[in-house]
């Protein structure tokens, strides 16, 4: 049998503190709402930086809704869910 032909190992799975998105994407948010605070108080003239850091706030709010809402279907058993969101 030739190196070639063997499967390479399959990496071990990350440990759940490091495969849970949760954390990330909650702290993410927080930092665009405390983004939008400090333009809010210190920089009220920059419309632009005012609606950015306020849109990446609700893009953040809106986007763990729709990965709370797979997650959900995915240990329901829906047949749509995504796949391998149950273990997270």
Excluded at 38 to 55: H, K, P
Excluded at 65 to 77: D, E, I, K, L, T
């Amino acid at each position: 049998m030739s190196e070639r032909d063997s499967t390479p190992p399959h990496p071990p799975a990350l440990p759940h503190r490091l495969a849970d998105p949760v954390p990330v994407v909650l702290g993410g948010t927080a930092l665009w709402f405390l983004g939008f605070l400090v333009v809010l108080i210190f920089d009220r003239e920059d419309g632009t930086l005012l609606w950015t850091t306020l849109s990446g706030g609700l893009l953040g709010i809106i986007g763990y809704g729709v990965f709370y809402w797979q997650r959900r279907a995915a240990r329901r058993g829906s047949r749509g869910a995504q796949q391998g969101l149950e273990d997270a």
